[in-house]
């Protein structure tokens, strides 16, 4: 199965200023169809898990302009342009270009 | 705007049958596919497995040969059994809907139902 692996963990962020969350695969999540199924979920403390990004840059619908996601291949990136109050939470990557899918550990945003 | 309301037994006995359901409210049922993923500490989020409204099914191989999934197209719904159960079982376990088109676009979950798994 594809791992999936997060860095950093924890990302303390002063409000207001930026943050990026790496998404690495341990092999390429290029389907054969030509699109590359990796999403980014948002998880906030009692709230239901919050669909950010599918297919890599693609911001779900009511998804906030400072959420962006990039990368190609097994290297992608979650950026929050300037963190408010309301992005503390753990943020995970999801790949389903293969079965099973498979999710990040997760990384925890929080206010410094 | 869906809903996914998912209710089971939330204390089972090691070597019981975890069964919930995932009711779909609004929404199309046929243009998804159907998940349940779970979440440990120690295991993180899981995927379980997912299921189309014709009752095609995906399972996740580490879990294959205890999960059966199948759906209820007449009220909306789908259901999850996982037999034997251990204490390794113990998890918040979510129902998610992923939109076909967008694999990987979990774009709606339940509200997680925690399953204890204890003598």
């Known amino acids: 199965e594809i791992v999936m692996t997060q860095t950093p963990l924890s990302s303390p962020v002063t409000l207001g200023q930026p943050a990026s969350i790496s998404c690495r695969s341990s092999?390429?999540?290029?389907?054969?169809?030509?699109?590359?199924?990796l999403s980014w979920l948002q998880q906030r403390p009692g709230q239901p898990i919050r669909l950010l990004i599918y297919?890599?840059?693609n911001r779900f619908s009511g998804v906030p302009d400072r959420f962006s996601g990039s990368g190609a291949g097994s290297d992608f990136t979650l950026k929050i342009s300037r963190v408010e109050a309301e992005d503390v939470g753990v943020y995970y990557c999801?790949?389903?270009?293969?079965?099973?899918?498979?999710f990040g550990q997760g990384t925890k945003v929080e206010i410094k | 705007q869906v809903q996914l309301q998912q209710w089971g037994a939330g204390l089972l006995k090691p070597s019981e049958t975890l069964s919930l359901i995932c009711a779909v409210y609004?929404?199309?049922?046929?243009?998804?596919?159907w998940s349940w993923i779970r979440q440990s500490p120690g295991r993180g989020l899981e995927w379980i497995g997912e299921?189309?409204?014709?009752?095609?099914?995906n399972y996740n191989p580490s879990l294959k040969s205890r999960v059966t999934m199948s759906v209820d197209k007449s009220k909306n719904q789908f259901s999850l059994k996982l037999t034997s159960v251990t204490a390794a079982d113990t998890a918040i376990y979510y129902c998610?809907?992923?939109?076909?088109?967008?694999?990987?676009?979990?774009?709606?979950w339940g509200q997680g139902t925690l399953v204890t798994v204890s003598s």
């Open positions: 609004g929404g199309s049922f046929s243009d998804y596919y």
């Open positions: 297919k890599v840059s």
């Open positions: 999801v790949q389903a270009t293969q079965f099973p899918r498979t």
């Open positions: 092999q390429s999540l290029v389907h054969s169809d030509g699109n590359t199924y």
């Open positions: 299921i189309n409204h014709r009752g095609g099914t």
């Open positions: 998610a809907r992923e939109i076909i088109v967008a694999r990987g676009a979990f774009d709606s």
